[in-house]
């Protein structure tokens, strides 16, 4: 085995985070990694792939052709859909640049499973927030499942993993940010209803148990989305959609660049 495709051996048995490292399933978000700027190490793909991949590749990183069963064998597991990368990772930003010129961000103080995490991400980019806020006891937004299910997303909306996020967000907040809670209960005000002011930080809790009640001693509003029938609640990535589309109409948001100065998770000098 080349040292080149060696990166890419044995997935499921590896800490990619600890190795700093990220791998990418499939030609969407492969393709979406190398169009970011992202440093890429290498991307592998069946025959069929060459022709496209070799243009995107060339001058950024090898590109090593494989068989299909080659493939499976090499990296433990058959969902690659003919095309994986590897790319090496690098700093996130800070919330003062995440923040800098922006109106409407998410917060996950502690969304550990990747795969909604990695939906989150990838509605909050197609809905118009311009970054996220990750807690310490949220998930790797860089793991191979998070990447996948945020369709690429996560390599160009802007996201800050602070070492204290409730400071980051009292911060905010003293910058006149306001904070509102996702709930799923009758605390939370009908959010057909509610008009969010022209910076909100709307914050959403994990699958098992919403928010916790540090996150929402933070909230200076709650909001929930009215259920019909006999359901109580949507799941968090689908509840994330809603939420932020309905925000997102009401501050009239447009789809439009990143805020001056950065590009993806990297701020331009």
Known sequence: MTPDVAILSRLPDRDLRRE??????????????????????????????????????????????????????????????????AGRRKPLHTPATVA??????????????????????????????????????AGDPLSRRAIRSSAGSVFTLPLTEPADLADALRGLRQDRWRIVGAVADARGQDLHAYRPAARTVVLFGNEAAGLAADALALCDDLVTIPMARDMDSLNLAVAAGVVLFVLAQSMRLGHGPPPTGMVGNATVP
Do not use: I, Y
């Open 20 to 85: 700093g490292l990220f791998v990418t399933e499939g030609r969407l978000v492969t393709e979406r990694a190398l169009r970011s700027g992202w440093p890429m190490e290498l991307v592998a793909c069946v025959p069929p792939w060459q022709e496209h991949f070799a243009p995107l590749t060339a001058g950024r990183c090898p590109l090593t052709v494989l068989p299909e069963a080659d493939m499976a064998h090499l990296a433990g597991f058959a969902f690659h859909r003919g095309v994986l990368g």
């Open 100 to 137: 800098a010129g922006a109106r409407l961000l998410v917060g996950l103080p502690e969304v550990n499973t990747v795969e909604n995490l990695g939906a989150v991400c990838r509605s909050a980019s197609a809905l118009g927030a311009d970054g996220v806020l990750l807690g310490s006891r």
